[in-house]
């Protein structure tokens, strides 16, 4: 192999890295729910650029990897002596410390530089810095209290808040309306994954939800906020004037989570990645397809 192209892989081996530290994957859970906010403000009149596009895009992939990795960054030492996160980029060395708070500074910094898309809208500038604050500060919440899920589902809710925003404005109810679905879809999903840890977190004096309630407890508080969830979606559906096609998606989303707490049990917890990835990845695109698919068809 030449220079050049030992170069090339140490590089794209690097690339890799950190994509994996961040699980890039990981950007649909909010994602589309940017999407399907702005196609519903597109939908009601709000005209179309092609820079509000590609800035709500560019926001949420930069301020996701931001956060994500800054909670790499932060958890360094929690993830090294856990025996389930043993294994991510910091604890074996395949990122150092410095290399990951770089990466989020950066990150940051882009974040706050893609605002700039969406002038003469002020707002979205003005705000970028404490939605970045309140994103990276989630990785320290369980350090002190057991309700960091919520604080997590309160970070993803920005999502279409943020984006009704950048295009209009203003605020409104079908926003505000998807904003609570995600706030309770996220803390009842985040409760599932957390039980896995429940005993490390207990040890290490961590606050999490299953570890000071008990997973019998955690996951019926995660049924019963799966269960605001589907209600705010109903509402969602009917503040926003969507159709049948977008009410069976939700028919649809109350099936997949009720098979997703099916999947999970204080007993056995194996299967509790299945659930928290594919289902509710299935969920989130889901929506975006059905809701784009009712807004079109009403065309």
């Keep these: 192999m030449s220079v050049s192209q030992s170069s090339l892989a140490e590089q794209t081996s690097l690339v890799q890295r950190y994509l994996g530290l961040i699980r890039f994957s990981h950007t649909i859970f909010a994602l589309p729910f940017a999407l399907l906010t702005a196609w519903l403000a597109w939908s009601s009149g709000v005209p179309f650029r092609g820079l509000d596009l590609l800035g709500i895009v560019m926001c949420m992939v930069f301020a996701r990897t931001a956060a994500m990795a800054f909670n790499r960054y932060a958890d360094r030492l929690v993830d090294a002596a856990n025996p389930r996160t043993s294994g991510r980029h910091i604890p074996t060395g395949l990122l150092s410390a410095r290399q990951v708070l770089v990466f989020t500074l950066l990150n940051g910094a882009a974040f706050v530089a893609s605002t700039l898309l969406f002038l003469p809208n002020h707002w979205p500038l003005v705000l ?25 589902g309160a970070a993803l809710m920005l999502s279409p ?40 977190d207990r040890q290490a004096g961590l606050y999490s939800i299953p570890s000071r309630m008990g997973l019998h407890k955690a996951l019926r508080l995660a049924a019963g906020s799966h269960a605001v969830c589907v209600a705010l979606l109903f509402v969602f559906w009917w503040v926003a004037g969507l159709g049948l096609i977008f009410l069976g998606g939700v028919i649809l989303v109350a099936g997949l989570l009720i098979y997703e707490h099916r999947l999970v049990n204080p007993d056995d917890l194996s299967r509790a990645g299945i659930a928290f990835f594919h289902i509710n990845a299935l969920i989130s695109l889901g929506l975006l397809g059905v809701g784009i698919a009712d807004l079109l068809w009403k065309v």
């Design 128 to 152: 970028s810095v404490p939605v970045l604050l309140f994103l990276l500060g989630y990785s320290y919440v369980k350090r002190f209290s057991m309700w960091a899920h919520y604080w997590l």
């Design 161 to 200: 808040l943020a984006t009704w925003l950048a295009l209009t404005g203003t605020l409104a109810w079908p926003p505000v309306a998807l904003a609570g679905v995600i706030f309770f879809w996220v803390g009842g999903f985040d409760i599932i994954y957390a039980c896995q840890d429940a005993d490390f």
